[in-house]
């Protein structure tokens, strides 16, 4: 059973964070997370109305909707820095903020200072959008460069997704490349650019395949273009309520780099956005679902007896994502490469499994 046990709700008061508080809410009721909310004020700021109303205002609007509210914090100082100090201090598997409220050219730009707490915080961080669609969790779009911390991220999505009854697209975009950086990433001279492709939708597939979907609608959706501004058109074209994406990614010489493209995406941000780091959002009440491993292995070995080794693999490495360690989904990922034609492949997985019993004298 997934676990989001700790919310830390910072607040200002103003419209981004009344949709902040009704996500909570509903993060809350389906969880049974606590909730912390935190209101960070300068220390000369003067207000029209005490901002201690407000306090009390939103109080009332959480304990009606019966969230488990440990307090409600107010401090002066740095918002951001506070912000960020206190999700660390309490330890939040989940940072939730208004994303602010500045429409440029019909796109809402995150402000300086939530734009510093998705920089800093080192939990996960939704940051709400007031002026896109209302987050239901319902339409859910994760962008993924098959790097660790997108797995991480498409995890996340995964529960979301899971918990909400929401439909997931898993983006991969193909970025744009010279002739001349796609030659040195894959060493040919012709035909670079088509293999230089071939190769990310090769990566994509086998990315997907190390995850499990089990009780999510989802699909995969490829595409070609500027990553920054092929996620923002697929959100609008989806008609997505929640972007879920890692913070960091690959590097290299025609890598993308996902830092740099989700700061461009949150510069026009088309909807609410799930930022995730090295930390995901959901802890895990037990390490491994046997059940599910299991399974899994189960039906990669019917689909090997079945004369489909591809699809072995995939729930092979399902499982293994699952539990890396998991010696008899080594054995059956050894046997589908082996038939699939991949004998290095296969050498390896048998090599790890063989290694693992002789530690546990299996």
């Not at 002066?76 to 330890?91: F, I, N, S, Y």
């Not at 918990?163 to 490349?177: A, M």
Request: one cysteine or more; proline letters at 4%.
């Amino acid at each position: 059973m997934a676990l989001l046990r700790s919310i830390l709700l910072a607040t200002d008061y103003r419209q981004s964070s009344q949709a902040a508080a009704e996500a909570v809410v509903r993060l809350a009721a389906a969880f049974g997370s606590r909730v912390t909310a935190l209101h960070v004020r300068e220390q000369f700021l003067t207000w029209p109305v005490s901002p201690f109303e407000y306090q009390d205002r939103l109080t009332q609007f959480l304990t009606d909707r019966k969230v488990d509210l440990a307090e409600f914090l107010v401090h002066a100082g740095a918002p951001a820095e506070t912000v960020v100090r206190k999700a660390q201090e309490l330890d939040a598997d989940l940072l939730v903020i208004g994303a602010g409220e500045k429409i440029r050219d019909g796109h809402l730009v995150v402000g300086p200072i939530g734009e510093s707490i998705l920089e800093r915080a080192s939990s996960p961080v939704l940051a709400l959008n007031p002026h896109g669609p209302k987050l239901r969790f319902g339409s859910i779009l994760c962008p993924v460069d098959h790097s660790r911390v997108s797995q991480r991220a498409l995890e996340d999505a995964i529960q979301f997704a899971r918990s909400f009854g929401g439909r997931l697209v898993v983006l991969s975009v193909v970025p744009e490349v010279s002739w001349l950086a796609a030659a040195a990433e894959t060493g040919h001279v012709s035909g670079a650019k088509l293999e230089h492709e071939a190769q990310w939708v090769k990566e994509f597939d086998e990315f997907l395949a190390g995850v499990s979907f089990d009780g999510v609608e989802w699909e995969r959706e490829l595409r070609r273009g500027v990553p920054h501004e092929q996620i923002t058109a697929a959100a609008k074209e989806r008609g997505a309520d929640l972007l879920a994406i890692g913070a960091t990614g690959r590097s290299g010489v025609v890598r993308v780099l996902l830092g740099s493209v989700t700061r461009r995406v949150l510069r026009h941000l088309p909807c609410s956005v799930l930022l995730v780091k090295d930390q995901t959002v959901f802890e895990e009440q037990f390490l491994l679902d046997l059940d599910v491993i299991d399974r899994l292995v189960g039906e990669g070995q019917d689909r090997l007896a079945a004369g489909a080794p591809a699809e072995a693999a995939g729930k092979f490495r399902q499982a293994l994502a699952l539990d890396p360690y998991y010696v008899a989904a080594l054995d059956g990922l050894a046997a589908a490469s082996e038939k699939i034609g991949q004998p290095d492949a296969a050498g390896r997985y048998r090599q790890r499994a063989d290694r693992l019993r002789s530690r546990t004298g299996g």
